[in-house]
């Protein structure tokens, strides 16, 4: 087995090997007679080698025949041919474990994993584990080399005994060497479920390597030096004065909590977290102004540049009056205008800097970075925010990242534990809820003549769909639909917007449609982040079982934010999965982002909400989250006594667990 085919699977030490956990197990202590098995369940049979030639039915195959049985093998080596021979001219049975199905000459299996005994050769005693695999690597061959690690002598327990104890953990070596070897009498229910103590220790050993891990980034993060930036700096007190609204309470104690971090001699690293238009834009401003005011400057990174150019657009309305300098790095800058930009950025003269990941590439560098802003930030990778902070000089620069996407507290608690976090969790006055409405593909009639009224009556509309062109799947296309609506809604005008249109060509229809010459907006995606048209009240979401629960409370979040009623319609196709079917009963329910993050969470997992953050760190190879939330607040509490009580036992379960994985301080 080749190196490099291991290294795929994380596998080079033995260690690696010993964690390299079975994902199921076979039962291949019993021998089932042929005519016993069960359709549709994989036995264990034994026969005798009569017969193997490789044959030509419709395509090249290996077939054996055994005693009342044959063995198929589509994909085949010529070698195992030659084996099977050898086997009948030793008298050798051939021990087979899969699935029985009825051929035209009998009991048939296909592709089964097998082995050549002796009549009377004993059974195994423990179950049989499967692990997980890649191409090229054999099950068996992977079964010795981790039970070669496991059998190289006992394995240290990296959790002291008093925690041992306090939380009822099964002893460490105990529970690998019983899950690599379940012996006879094991419930095997309790395996395949996850729930026996040897996973229970495994899964807490693993929440607890991940909690320790987080607080150490913690910790070496708050032992770097930050510029001490001003909390009650002039320009900051001018913009309090002259804001034309009231901060919500929320508001006020998020800021507040910016503030103070900002103040101190570390670097900030703190998640704002807040539903859509929660207001989360003004204490991000507020935070730049900390940084102006000391002399600093602060760049405002977002992930699309329609949301870049919202975020340069608001800002320059709130700070430009005060005498503040704003650079926004875009596509549609023309080279002399990029080139000036950048002077500005570089001498200090631009005090803030707006862009995309453009902020990030070479070229780009600033006289005094105080202060990163990262929106959406899960949407960026680990190295591109890593860039932009190390674009400061010899400190490090504070870092906000923001997010409309709520974090279910279980991820709090897990993977952004090596965060602060603030939360905006109520809606400026004038916000008013939007009304959800299902409506099936056959009712567009009805969708049309709801659009055609609201515009008529000066109102505006968004319709969402799922691709740009040339879809092969039977959704209908933002240029599709485009064409057809402009055809049925003759009397309106009728744009489109979607990712493939240059900068600029996006700019100018956003432009039109915020200054209301577009009444009804064709679009995809591209609208879900950064598009505030107080006017769009109607919105209608073609396809909706087609995206997920957060991607449509996101896009839900582009109306209601005028004070007319706003009402999204989710139009959906003639055949839903249960999946889908869940996902459009919770949107409907609730307009609670934290709730429906929750149950999103719930649906499909953490991937959505981590995006590219812990790129480098595997996602959590058995706990899970919702069923082992007992075990987080365990672990939560065992990193801090390790670290405080057993410093030397803690670096050791990391280095244990993570090994020569990516350093997660990096996030």
Known sequence: MKPAKLDKLGLRSPLDFILHLPLRYEDETVLTPLNAAPPGH???????????????????????????LVLRFFHFRNAQLDQFKQAIEQGLYVRAFGEIRSGLLGAEMAHPRYRFVKPDQALPQTLTPVYPAAAGIGQTRLR???????????????????????????AFDESVRLLHRPPPGVELISLVERTHPAWRRVK???????????????RKRRSRSAPRLRADGALLKSFARALPFKLTRAQTRAMNEVLRDLVQPHPMQRLLQGDVGSGKTIVAAIACLAATDSDHQAAV???????????????????????IRIAWLHGSLSAGQKKRALAGIASGEAQIAIGTHALVQKGVEFRRLGLAVIDEQHRFGVQQRLTLRRKGDDAVPHQLMMSATPIPRTLSMTYFADLDVSVIDELPPGRRPVTTRRFAA???????????????????????????????EGVQTAVETYERLRSELAALQVGLLHGRLSPAERSAVMQRFVAGEVQLLVCTTVIEVGVDVPNASLMVIESAERFGLAQLHQLRGRIGRG???????????????ETARARLQIIFKSTDGFEIAKRDLQLRGPGEYLGERQSGAPLLRFADLERDGELVQQAIDAAEEMLERHPVAARAHVERWLGRRKDLSQT
């Open 144 to 170: 010795g080399k981790v039970l070669e690690a496991l059998d190289a002598g006992p394995i240290e327990d990296t959790v002291p005994p008093e925690l041992r104890s306090r939380f009822a953990l099964a």
């Open 563 to 577: 004070a007319r009623e706003s009402v999204c319609i989710l139009l959906f196709g003639d055949s839903l999965s």
């Open 204 to 218: 807490f050993d693993e929440l607890l390597a991940q909690q320790l891990s987080l607080k150490l980034a913690y």
């Open 42 to 68: 994989p036995v264990l049979v034994q026969a005798r080698v009569q017969r193997a030639a490789i044959l030509f039915r419709g395509k090249r195959q290996l077939v054996v025949n055994a005693e009342g």
């Open 442 to 472: 056959g009712r567009r009639a009805e969708v049309l003549a709801r659009i055609s009224a609201s515009c008529a009556e000066g109102e505006q509309a968004y319709w969402v769909c799922p691709v740009i062109e040339d879809s092969k």
């Open 301 to 323: 990174m977002a992930p699309t540049e329609i949301l870049s150019e919202q975020h340069a657009r608001k800002f320059s309305e709130w700070l430009e009056p005060l005498g």
